[in-house]
């Protein structure tokens, strides 16, 4: 499989966008839902925070964004779009809607809320919308 710089070079840049956008975007599902935030709580269902294993949490935005810019690499010929963030709208969505089957299999199987699997969806449509402006800025 040949991989080339600019695949790599955009995913890793995506991936600190599509980090700093989690984070944000946690506080304020915090702020906006604090019932959510108590649900992370719950060990049943989640590891708490000081096991080693959270620290992936860090590091999933950049496996995202290498995968994603992988993905936009094949793909960005399908987005012809002369807008920049509608392009990037059209990739997101894309990928997007290929999460929600997850979401909705998330929701039936495991015991939390509706408002956790809308701020998931939400923040899964964010982070694929600001990956794909670093995709089609630096890798049109």
Known sequence: MNINKKVVTTGLLAGVVVLVASL????????????????????ALF????????????????????????VWDKTKGLFKERDVFWRCCQFASAYWLVTIPGMLISYSSFQVSFTMIFTWSISILVQAIVAGLVFVKKNP
């Open 24 to 43: 944000a975007l946690n506080w304020l599902w915090g702020f906006l839902f604090p019932g959510v935030a108590a649900e992370y709580t719950n060990t």
């Open 47 to 70: 590891r708490p925070f000081t096991d080693p294993l959270m620290s992936y949490i860090f590091v999933h935005p950049f496996v995202l964004g290498l995968i994603l810019a992988w």
